[in-house]
């Protein structure tokens, strides 16, 4: 069983549209993040989600929504895509201090043409 | 502010041969230190953290990191590393705040 999935592995799409990404963890727990992988392996965090919380909001544009229905779920909704949002998006998980470590998700790859 | 620099971008050894990576960290108490990797198309795999007491930690795959306070350096070191070794290394902390702080990473590449 995967620890942290994401939907789907790839998504190439227009300039303007609106697209969802999907994210599951069946770890248990509390804490869900977001990142950004730009084209230079940067990794950034976009935002975290504690108890249908937002704790963290990095300064991205608000056409970037997290929608988290429970716990266990943390989805990325992006309205009107720009050819600079093309990236890999990562998903991860963590227990409330991150001690255990930070559970990442195998990524999906968005490519805004 | 919390910040990682990793000081290089691309490392090649040789296959067998010692490996250690460089990572360096800004931060005003004593962070929570992680190595991530990732092989080409895959997510980020945990390979060790430290969080306090040993300074020297034992992670996955034959990988171990020091954490040194007065250099404010955590760097990654395997004694002999193999082709399947090939991949980006990430160094993480978490300070204050939720969620990760990552360096640049460092590209690893492996002579036969």
């Known amino acids: 069983d995967t620890a942290v999935s994401q939907t789907p592995k790839y998504l190439v799409t227009q300039m303007g549209n609106d697209k969802s990404i999907k994210c599951e963890q069946n770890l248990g727990h509390d804490t869900m993040y977001w990142y950004k992988q730009d084209s230079k392996k940067f990794l950034k965090i976009m935002f975290s989600y504690n108890n249908k919380e937002l704790i963290i909001n990095e300064t991205v544009p608000n056409r970037f929504s997290p929608k988290s229905p429970d716990k266990a779920h943390l989805n990325l909704h992006i309205n009107s895509l720009e050819l600079g949002d093309s990236a890999v998006y990562f998903c991860?998980?963590?227990?409330?201090?991150?001690?255990?470590?930070?559970?990442f998700g195998s990524g999906t790859r968005l490519t805004v043409v | 502010a919390q910040s990682v620099t990793q000081p290089d971008i691309h490392i090649t050894v040789s296959e067998g041969a010692s490996l250690e990576l460089r990572c360096n960290y800004s931060y005003g108490a004593t962070p929570y230190l992680f190595w991530y990797v990732q092989s080409p198309g895959q997510g980020l795999q945990l390979l060790l953290k430290y969080f306090s007491g040993d300074t020297l930690v034992q992670g996955i795959k034959g990988f171990e990191a020091e954490f040194k306070r007065s250099q404010s350096s955590f760097n990654l070191r395997k004694p002999s590393v193999h082709w399947s070794d090939a991949a980006e290394y990430f160094c993480a902390l978490r300070g204050g705040a939720d969620g990760l702080t990552f360096g640049k990473g460092t590209h690893l590449i492996i002579q036969p």
């Open positions: 991860a998980s963590s227990s409330g201090t991150g001690s255990g470590g930070y559970t």
